[in-house]
């Protein structure tokens, strides 16, 4: 099975030219990511958001299965004038690079019993950001196959140690429906009296029709918690077209 993954990996490497600029859903959550320590991006592929993370002045390490894709990654970060590490690794095989990580990153790679392994390697106040397109994709879209796919809602409850720094499912400026989690390793240990300003609880809000849902920084809840999500609207127009 993961010969055969390798071998498609490394064949769409060598003959496609993938997108060098980072997810359009990771940079606007600058803020609440680290620029200093080691960073993981777990199948990271061709580098797209680890060299956008080196640049801000992480120590950067993509593990990833395609030895095609790595050469890609290393190439693109020697162009970009940054280093990043880089890992061979089949992650349904074997456990992921050892941390503590100060950040972790999986995009578009779904796999259930990796990513619960994930909060684990962070350090205590270390950050993870998972990114994976949910099953409303197939509205759209014929790939990929709903065994890559999050059912929708899923990924709020899939990361139950971190707090929830921000989650939001909908379409995004790439066409896909997307669902965005970010979240930190060491709760604050009180909930904050009066939400900020800009956010209002309404669990069943919802922007131009999409199923998007969004929360902030500063509650003491985790992703299982989703009872009160805390909605804020300038996430949601950063999701949705
Ligand atoms: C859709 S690409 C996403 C790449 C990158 N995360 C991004 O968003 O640009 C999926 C990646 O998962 C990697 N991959 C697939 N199976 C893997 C496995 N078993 N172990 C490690 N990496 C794997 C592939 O080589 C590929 O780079």
């Known amino acids: 099975m993961s ?17 060098a600029k980072p997810s359009r859903l990771l940079t606007p959550l600058g803020r609440l990511l680290p620029r200093r320590g080691r960073a993981l991006d777990v199948a990271g592929g061709s580098g797209r958001n680890a060299i956008w993370l ?17 050469a890609m990654a290393r190439r693109r970060a020697r162009d970009a004038g940054v280093r990043i590490r ?32 994930l909060p684990a390697l962070l350090r205590p106040g270390g950050v993870l950001v998972a990114c994976q397109a949910t099953v409303r994709n197939l509205d759209r879209h014929g790939r990929p196959h709903r065994r890559h796919l999050l059912r929708e809602g899923e990924m709020a409850a899939l990361f139950p140690p971190l707090e929830v720094l921000a ?20 709760a604050l240990r009180k909930r904050p009296s009066n939400p900020p300003p800009e956010e ?12 998007t849902r969004s929360s902030s920084a500063g509650s003491a809840r985790t992703a299982a918690d989703t009872s009160r999500i805390r909605v804020c609207r300038r996430t949601h127009a950063r999701h949705v077209p």
Do not use: C, M, Q
């Open 3 to 19: 010969g055969k993954e390798r071998r498609h990996w490394d064949l769409r490497y060598a003959t496609e030219e993938p997108r």
């Open 54 to 70: 080196a640049k801000r002045g992480l120590d950067v390490t993509i593990a990833d299965i395609s030895r095609k894709g790595l």
């Open 86 to 117: 880089t890992v061979a690794l089949d992650l349904d095989a074997h456990a992921p690079p050892r941390g503590p990580w100060d950040l972790i990153l999986v995009f578009h790679w779904l796999r259930r019993r990796v990513w619960k392994r």
């Open 167 to 186: 989650l939001s499912e909908g379409w995004s400026k790439d066409g896909k429906h997307d669902a965005l989690f970010a979240g930190r390793l060491g």
């Open 200 to 211: 209002i609880d309404d669990p069943s809000s919802r922007v131009s029709g999409n199923r």
